[in-house]
Structure formats: structure tokens, C-alpha cells
């Protein structure tokens, strides 16, 4: 019975754990919140860097909209990480940065 609970335990443990420790991996774009009325996607990226790989939304809003309001709208005046799911354990991060006239929307997973 002990060999069985070890090797269940391993078999539930061990996908957990490598998917906490592959950094090239990048949150679904699935994951990025619902934008609201009057936002819009001017495009999208998944750059990489020394902390890993992320995806990126650049935003603009509708005429009269400032960035400061884009992101008021989205809710992310700080970034928020939350675990994926119950078995995917892995913290993704979401923020919005401003730059310029636009917004960056990004996801990451926090390694």
C-alpha cells in the first residue's frame, strides 16, 4: 500500500513540478482577462528574456480613452499572479504597463 501511495504521489507531484521549472514555457493566450467595451488589441507578441519567455497585448482605447483609463478599465493597477488550477500550480502574473499611447497587457508565469 506504501509503494502504491508513493508512486501515486510521484505521478501527481512530478508533472507539477516540471512545469514549475520550464522557464520557456508562456501562460495561453486564454488567460489574459476580457477586455472591455472600447479597448481593442493592436497587436500581440511573446517576447523572451533572461526571466523566461511571456505574452503581450498592446492596447489602445477608443477615441477620447487615455491609457491611464484603458487600465483603469482593465482593473490592473497593480500586477496580480494567481495559480493556474488546482493541478497546475504554476503562478501567472497579469499586469498593464503604460507606454506612451498605448498599454501593454502581459501574462507570465512567475518563476
Known amino acids: 500500500m506504501i509503494v502504491f501511495a508513493g ?5 501527481l ?7 514549475k521549472f520550464d522557464e520557456s514555457s ?13 479597448v481593442s488589441v493592436e497587436s500581440s507578441q511573446t517576447p ?12 489602445v482605447g477608443s477615441a477620447g480613452w487615455s491609457p491611464a483609463e484603458v487600465v483603469k478599465a482593465l482593473r490592473l493597477n497593480r500586477e496580480k499572479c ?7 500550480r504554476r503562478q501567472i502574473c497579469t499586469g498593464a504597463t ?8 502581459y501574462l507570465q508565469f512567475d518563476h
Do not use: H, I, N
Open 7 to 11: 508512486l501515486l504521489g510521484a505521478f
Open 13 to 19: 507531484v512530478l508533472p507539477v513540478l516540471a512545469m
Open 26 to 38: 508562456v501562460p495561453p493566450t486564454s488567460d489574459f482577462p476580457a477586455l472591455p467595451d472600447g
Open 48 to 59: 523572451c528574456g533572461s526571466d523566461g519567455c511571456y505574452r503581450e497585448l498592446w492596447l
Open 82 to 88: 494567481e495559480a493556474r488550477s488546482l493541478f497546475d
Open 98 to 105: 503604460v507606454y506612451g499611447e498605448k498599454v501593454q497587457l
